[in-house]
């Protein structure tokens, strides 16, 4: 089965598009995860019915913007968009929980990490399950979306209940996990945290698959991985992520002979992502004067990062808050990746003008030599060669900047709610064979 380009859909009947239209949407989710757009998009198309999130921050954002980090990101985890009625948060029950988690991560074994992960899942999808018991639900027009570790009780619960449910499956799984080993491997003493997840975690993504009614996936990348790991193709949903087009503010054209390239990552500095492959870009890189932003929560060994040559500035972890102006001070947007479900920071970096320089192991957004430029995992001297030649023609960077901005366009939140009305519909309906379509 070939899944290769931006989305995959069915052949829907007009009724089928109809009757998506009826749905009202259950959703729930951990964290901030998509800026909320999976309740954002329900709820602009009026289809939004609950939104279940383990913290909301209603009041006192003021105060914690001028806190320290950890207090200053729990301050984003709020939409004023979202009606205050339909939020229902959990903040006294998991604030403890998630506290203690993020300062005993640095020292726990990948065993311990997976073995937390699931106990707080399985402490949420709880939470969430009995809320709903209190919930009058109707198997013709309601439906659920839950995200992967976090809803397995839920939907065993809704399953029982008649309602239609989907687990969005954020990243490709083992397959992903299989290419972590292996580049460990290959760059001995840079992991943090090498090794596997323990077969329980798999077991619980598993049990999700398994109960979900369908599996919805943000990539060809991640359906492609999932097939492997033996779900159906026919229970497969692929929606690209989506940001919210409408409510980013314009930016000034880049300057076109700015004195210096500067080249921007941002996202978790582990091996995945491919930071490995950006540094062997850097160190070629390093007569040059382009200069490497590097802004993410550290996720390799000190020795690793004390290899980094001295073209390449650590910026640490950035809250949402900051993100605007990172994005200000970049010309382009890298993303070597090794794996990712779908990396949304490609739209955000798009949004702000950014080309960007990406792998095929991602969502396909970039359409190369025209918003971006697409060059193969693994290959730090090809990177380089691809941002050596956006530093010679400022020209194509303005041209790429200019398309960048008009592609994000094709990925807005009310299209992508309708999207996942429409396939959801479907899957409800005798399933016909898969065909390929352009998500724009």
Known sequence: MNLDRHSVSRNLPREAAHESAGLRWIVSQEGSRQSYGVPLAFHRLGALRKFYVDTWCRRGRNILRRGPK???????????????????????????????????????????????????????????????????????????????????????????????????????????????????????????????????????????????????????????????????????????????????????????????????????????????YLVEAARILQKTKIEFLVAGPVGISATAVNSFPPNMRLLGRITRDQLSEIYRQSDVFVLPTLSDGFAITQLEAMAEGLPVVVTPNCGRVVTDGVDGLIVPARNGAVLADALVRLDEDRELLQRMSANARLTVQHYNLPANGRLIQQLAAECRRPRPELTLASHA
């Not at 198997?139 to 969005?168: H, K, M, S, W």
């Not at 090498?194 to 990348?221: C, F, H, I, K």
């Not at 409408?246 to 076109?256: H, I, R, S």
């Open 70 to 276: 950890g207090l200053r990101a729990l301050s984003t985890h709020f939409n004023a968009e979202l009606p205050s009625e339909r939020v229902v948060s959990f903040n006294s029950s998991v604030l403890f929980a998630r506290a203690k988690l993020y300062f005993q991560r640095n020292g726990m074994s990948l065993e311990q990490i997976s073995a937390e992960y699931c106990r707080f899942g399985k402490h949420f999808a709880e939470l969430v399950r009995e809320e709903l018991k209190r919930e009058e639900l109707n198997p013709d027009t309601d439906a659920f979306f839950g995200f992967n570790t976090n809803c397995l009780e839920t939907i065993e619960y809704l399953r029982g209940q008649g309602v239609f449910t989907v687990v969005d499956q954020v990243d490709p799984g083992k397959v992903e996990e299989d290419l972590c080993v292996e580049e460990a491997a290959r760059w001995p003493g840079w992991a943090k945290t090498p090794g596997r997840m323990p077969q329980s975690y798999w077991d619980r993504l598993t049990a999700e698959w398994d109960a979900a009614d369908a599996v919805l996936v943000n990539s060809p990348w991640s359906a492609e991985a999932l097939i492997e790991q033996g779900v159906p193709a026919s229970k497969i949903m692929v929606v690209p992520l989506a940001i919210d087009v409408a409510g980013g503010t314009p930016v000034a054209d880049k300057e076109a002979a700015a004195a210096s390239l500067k080249v921007l990552w941002l996202g978790s500095v582990i091996l995945r992502k491919g930071i490995q």
